[in-house]
């Protein structure tokens, strides 16, 4: 390798001493000091500076930490790779505009590259070094890190979500706004409960991790976000949907720290617009996980039976159908009466567990409602702590009833067959 120092002390390039060889390795200065990057298809300059702590920083965005792994491996397969000359005869007749421009500076010396498009196997990119006529040809997973937006250099420090902390979530989207928060006491294998729209009513646990947490799981900031770009304007924001923003989810974990994110309108066919909430830094999120932001309902996570509450907080259970009612009670002695007359405990257990199996679920296709709805059932539960819950079932159509909890209406249906069997073995058991 011939060095040469120019008279004013500044770097001096860096040439290959012969060229008889068709491979060799590119001569990187021994001690890198400074990296400049040009794209010049998106017009991108990056530009990064060694401190004396050893730290490398991006000279246009000094307030914002930088990845230090990503630098190193660029240059640790720098040292490594070699490149291999291409003969007179072989150059092929394309745009010689390079795509990307690489300088380093170091030990008073300086590389720079010139870098071209891609051979015909898509497997290595023509490349020249400054000073030199030779023609190269360059690994192309090289390329690939040399062709690295800015964005992708940024030290993400946004918090990670915490399936299993979570004490508090919030949903803010085209349904309106969910809010579910941990119990004190887990009940049903449920460990959720709303907060609204439903109050105190179940989180289905299952429904809950497939349709929403799950998604998260073994994802990290790094494989979630994309194409970082920090402190956007506002006027810039309001056009990604982020000033208005079509959802926003929020977590808060167990030991106080916070999850959020607002997701924008679509970049493209793959990502969101997405940013904190609150925050001005703007990045992509996956549209996978953009959907499922945007299109979950409370009532897909809603658990789809009727009681809350094991047997030993329940105080009563009326049960009403034509303006006749059904009361079950359990009476601080532990006796179980209906209709004010005792009930044996076997009986009385087997009403309850009947209540508890009395799902409901939406319907898989469109059900047309009948325009003559039939009279409603109707379920009170009254509970130890003096909290009360409302089911009302209203005829839809002639096999199902409409489901309303607490005078909200879901989408959920219930087969009349079932309210009728429950109706009919609570009239037997009054009457026996």
């Known amino acids: 390798m011939l060095v040469i120092y120019q008279k004013d002390n500044s770097p001096a390039p860096l040439h290959l001493a012969t060229l008889h060889e068709d491979r060799m390795n590119l001569p990187i200065p021994s001690t890198v000091e400074q990296v400049q990057i040009r794209h010049y298809l998106n017009e991108e300059k990056i530009e ?15 307030d914002l930490l930088i990845d230090q792994q990503f630098i190193q491996q660029l240059l640790a397969m720098l040292k490594q790779v070699s490149v291999i000359s291409v003969k007179n005869e072989e150059i092929p007749n394309i745009d010689w505009e390079p795509h990307y421009t ?19 196997s898509k497997n290595a990119h023509f490349m020249r070094i400054a000073g030199e006529d030779t023609l190269f040809l360059l690994d192309a997973l090289l390329v690939q890190l040399i062709a690295r937006p800015i964005s992708s250099y940024y030290e993400i420090l946004l918090p990670t979500l915490h399936i299993n902390a979570i004490q508090e979530l919030w949903l803010e989207n085209r349904y309106g706004k969910t809010h579910i928060t941990r119990k004190e006491r887990p009940q049903f294998l449920s460990l959720y409960t709303f907060v609204s729209p439903y109050l105190e009513y179940n989180v ?37 949907g982020l000033t208005h923003p079509q959802a926003e989810f929020k977590v808060r974990h167990q030991d106080g720290s916070i999850f959020s994110i607002a997701v924008g309108l679509p970049a493209d066919e793959f990502h969101f617009y997405a940013s904190e909430i609150g925050k001005e830094d703007v990045w992509l999120l996956p549209s996978d996980l953009a959907y499922q932001l945007l299109n979950i309902e409370p009532f897909t996570i809603a658990s789809r039976a009727i009681t809350l509450a094991p047997i030993e907080e329940v105080n009563a259970i009326e049960f009403s159908h034509l303006g006749d009612t059904h009361r079950w009670q359990r009476t601080q002695e532990g006796i179980f009466l209906l209709n004010q007359k005792e009930m044996a405990d076997n009986v009385a257990r087997k009403l ?15 059900v047309k409602a009948s325009s003559n709805q039939q009279q409603s059932y109707q379920i009170q539960w009254y509970f130890t702590n003096q909290s009360r819950k409302k089911v009302a079932f209203i005829g839809h159509t002639s096999q199902y009833h409409r489901v309303y909890i607490d005078e909200i209406a879901t989408p959920f249906l219930i087969e009349s067959k079932k309210l009728t069997q429950r109706w009919q073995e609570w009239q037997n058991i009054s009457l026996a």
Request: charge should be negative; proline fraction near 6%.
């Open 352 to 366: 309850f567990q009947e209540m508890l199996l009395l799902h409901y679920s939406a319907p898989k296709s469109a």
């Open 48 to 62: 990064f500076h060694r401190q004396p702590n050893g730290q490398w920083q991006e000279i246009h965005h000094q």
């Open 102 to 120: 690489l300088m380093l500076y170091g030990d008073k010396q300086a590389l720079t590259l010139d870098i071209y498009a891609p051979n015909a």
């Open 204 to 240: 289905d646990q299952s429904r809950l991790s497939e349709n929403l947490l799950q998604l998260w799981a073994g994802r990290t900031p790094i494989n979630v976000i994309y194409n970082y770009q920090p402190n956007v304007d506002r006027a810039t924001r309001e056009t990604m």
